[in-house]
Each structure stands twice: as C-alpha cells, then as structure tokens.
C-alpha cells in the first residue's frame, strides 16, 4: 500500500493494485502515521479489490508484502485469498503458507488441488516485527515453478511437474487457475468466522513477472529478474 493513495479517511485507496481500488471493510486502520500499514483487528476487519488484470494472472507471478501478526493465532489466518486460484494464510504454528492452483481445464470448483508450500520456520508474532514475505510462480520452470520466501530465503518450493493429483508437484504445461471473483486481503472468500487475520499489513505488491529477493548482510531487500 502506498500512503499516497488513502487521503486520510475514508473506506478507499485509490489504485491500490494498478489501477484497482481497495475497499476497507469494517474499520480497518490504514493512516498516514503507521507508515502507510493496513491493521487488522482479527474480527471482521478487510479489504477487497475488484477482479482485474493484475490481481488474475495465469503465468508469471509474484506476491510481496511485509506481515506484523499481533500474536500466534490459535486458528489459521488469511492473509489474502482469491477463490480457487491462490491463498496465503498463518497457521497456529506461526508458519506461513501457499496454495496455488494450477489450471484445471474445467470450471474451477474447490475440490481441484492445489500446490501447497509452507515455511519451515516460523516468523515473528508479536505484533512489532515485520516479516518479509514473497510467493513467485514461473509456469515453464520443471522444478520449484511456486516458491515461498522468507525474509529473502527460500523456505519451500513445488517439486518437479507432474500430472494431476499431486500438492507438491506443479501439473505439466499448465498456467495458474483463472476464477473471476475478488481479491480479499485479512480474511477467505467465505468469510470464514476464525480465519480473520489480526495484525498489521503493508507493502503489499502483485507483480506480473518473476522476482528473486535477496538478504544483503545488512539485511535490506533487494529484488532482481532471475537471468
């Protein structure tokens, strides 16, 4: 989120995602002197963007965002979700984790599989210290097409491509799922009661390409194209 885009009230922020607005839902907090944060109060607070070009890409994809959970949960949260197309949660173990779901050739329905990653470690919930958090997807790689990085390291990725029923493995020759529907960010599409996310958000970027970060020694993060 960029704080030039949120006027200092309000329930908008406008071009949130390109040329996508976001609609805060419930009260969520997002003012210019929590440094442009969106905070979740883990009840009904979210926000959601319309189905667009940049939130529904099929092929190359990348997700960033810093997250502060106000504590470990003892439900998994929704960090953001797109209905049978991608999924980013926290579990009760404080580890983060993907789903993506490969093309199924067929109307999306929510029994298809998904890949799934998780991080191996868990990322700090004490509602002061961000963690980095980056998911990329390349569709014509044979192994790791999904990868799940923490804080610049690789924590998980997909294994080699396979065809259908496997949650580890990418299907062959196959694009990311493409289901018309919104962009929630702090809870499921299903309005799940226990999978509100209660903490703060910021920096949320979606890309259409590929990015690899990186942790200097002084730990700041860069991003670059994978050559």
């Given at each position: 989120?960029?704080?030039?885009?949120?006027?200092?009230?309000?329930?908008?922020?406008?071009?949130?995602?390109?040329?996508?607005?976001?609609?805060?839902?419930?009260?969520?907090?997002?003012?210019?002197?929590?440094?442009?944060?969106?905070?979740?109060?883990?009840?009904?607070?979210?926000?959601?963007?319309?189905?667009?070009?940049?939130?529904?890409?099929t092929t190359d994809f990348?997700?960033?965002?810093?997250?502060?959970?106000?504590?470990?949960?003892?439900?998994?949260?929704?960090?953001?979700?797109?209905?049978?197309?991608?999924?980013?949660?926290?579990?009760?173990?404080?580890?983060?984790?993907?789903?993506?779901?490969?093309?199924?050739?067929?109307?999306?329905?929510?029994?298809?599989?998904?890949?799934?990653?998780?991080?191996?470690?868990?990322?700090?919930?004490?509602?002061?210290s961000p963690t980095h958090?980056?998911?990329?997807?390349?569709?014509?790689?044979?192994?790791?097409?999904?990868?799940?990085?923490?804080?610049?390291?690789?924590?998980?990725?997909?294994?080699?491509?396979?065809?259908?029923?496997?949650?580890?493995?990418?299907?062959?020759?196959?694009?990311?799922?493409?289901?018309?529907?919104?962009?929630?960010?702090?809870?499921?599409?299903?309005?799940?009661?226990?999978?509100?996310?209660?903490?703060?958000?910021?920096?949320?970027?979606?890309?259409?390409?590929?990015?690899?970060?990186?942790?200097?020694?002084d730990q700041t993060h860069?991003?670059?194209?994978?050559?």
């Open positions: 989120a960029n704080k030039k885009s949120y006027t200092g009230s309000g329930a908008l922020l406008s071009e949130m995602i390109s040329d996508l607005d976001g609609t805060l839902v419930n009260g969520v907090s997002f003012e210019l002197n929590n440094n442009g944060a969106l905070s979740f109060d883990g009840t009904n607070d979210y926000m959601e963007l319309a189905d667009g070009t940049y939130t529904q890409p990348s997700i960033s965002f810093h997250v502060t959970p106000d504590s470990l949960p003892s439900n998994n949260k929704t960090i953001l979700h797109k209905l049978n197309e991608y999924q980013i949660e926290l579990n009760t173990n404080g580890q983060i984790t993907v789903k993506m779901f490969p093309d199924t050739e067929t109307t999306p329905t929510t029994s298809d599989i998904p890949v799934e990653l998780k991080s191996s470690t868990s990322i700090n919930c004490d509602g002061t958090v980056a998911v990329t997807l390349d569709t014509t790689l044979k192994y790791g097409n999904v990868k799940l990085y923490i804080d610049g390291k690789i924590e998980d990725q997909s294994g080699l491509k396979k065809t259908e029923g496997s949650k580890n493995n990418w299907i062959l020759d196959r694009n990311l799922e493409n289901h018309t529907g919104k962009l929630y960010i702090g809870r499921d599409s299903a309005a799940t009661s226990t999978a509100y996310y209660s903490g703060k958000l910021e920096e949320l970027t979606l890309y259409n390409h590929i990015l690899i970060p990186l942790t200097p020694r860069t991003f670059i194209k994978p050559v």
